[in-house]
Structure formats: C-alpha cells, structure tokens
C-alpha cells in the first residue's frame, strides 16, 4: 500500500506526486508552523510545477473541509463511549480540530494534486528547472 507510485506514498511522505521522489513542501515536519503551507515551487527531482494554474490549492478548502469533519465524527465517537457529556466532547472535538490543523491543512493539499496529477517516474521537465527568460522590453532598456 504504501510504495513509491501509490498516491498514498506521496500523500503520507509529502512527496511530488509526479516522480514521488522530491519534496512537496519545503519542510517536512508540519510542526514548523512558520512553513506549515510553504510549498517547493518546482520538484527538486524531475521539475514538476506544483502550481498547476494560479490560484489552484484553494479547492483544498473542500478536501480540508471533508477531513475536518471526518476528525470531528472520529473524535465525537471516541470521547462520547469513553464516557463523557456532550460539552466535555464538543470541547475535546475544538481541541482535536486546533492539533490537527498543520496535517489537515498539509494532507488537503496533497490529496488535491494528487487528485490532478497521475504518477509518472519518467517525467522530467527540464524548462522549469532553468530560471525564466526575461521579458522583450527588460532587454530593450539594458
Ligand atoms: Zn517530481
């Protein structure tokens, strides 16, 4: 289940979910709040741009939505037949939610490309490891 090719391999290793080799986001632990969203702009390994098209990772929300609710219902279940009353779990599901905001947050935007993006080990996208071209009035003034 969890080998290189599977999209669960680069969901759970936050991997590129075209070669599964470099990383998605810059750094890999999701505690680091200070880079909790920071995504590579490119794979490190075969040039795949993350960023498919402006403004792509806001239909994350929706993924990051579903796994928000699927922790409440989890979290509910778990502290309501352990005993507690219904404040004590509605408190205990805000806490759930707030610790797992870093993974939500992360694991959305990698169920999102991977939903886009099919795994491909030959891809190598040399143009977008070179840095862009300037643009024609740029080389006019110089
Ligand atoms: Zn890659």
Redesign the pocket.
């Known amino acids: 289940m969890l080998k290189k090719g599977t999209k669960i391999y680069s969901i759970l290793n936050n991997k590129?979910p075209?070669?599964?080799?470099?990383n998605f986001f810059e750094d890999s632990n999701p505690f680091h709040l200070k880079k909790v969203l920071t995504t590579n702009e490119h794979?490190a390994?075969?040039?795949?741009k993350y960023v498919i098209e402006p403004s792509f990772f806001y239909g994350a929300m929706y993924v990051s939505y579903g796994l928000t609710v699927g922790i409440s219902i989890l979290t509910f279940i778990l502290l309501y037949y352990v005993g507690l009353n219904l404040v004590q779990v509605f408190i205990g599901i805000i806490i759930a939610l707030i610790l797992f905001t870093p993974f939500t947050l992360r694991l959305s935007r990698l169920i999102y490309i991977n939903m886009f993006v099919k795994y491909d080990p030959d891809?190598k996208k040399e143009d977008s490891l070179k840095p862009p071209l300037k643009s024609p009035q740029g080389d006019n003034q110089s």
């Open positions: 590129c075209k070669c599964n080799e470099g794979c390994h075969c040039g795949f891809y």
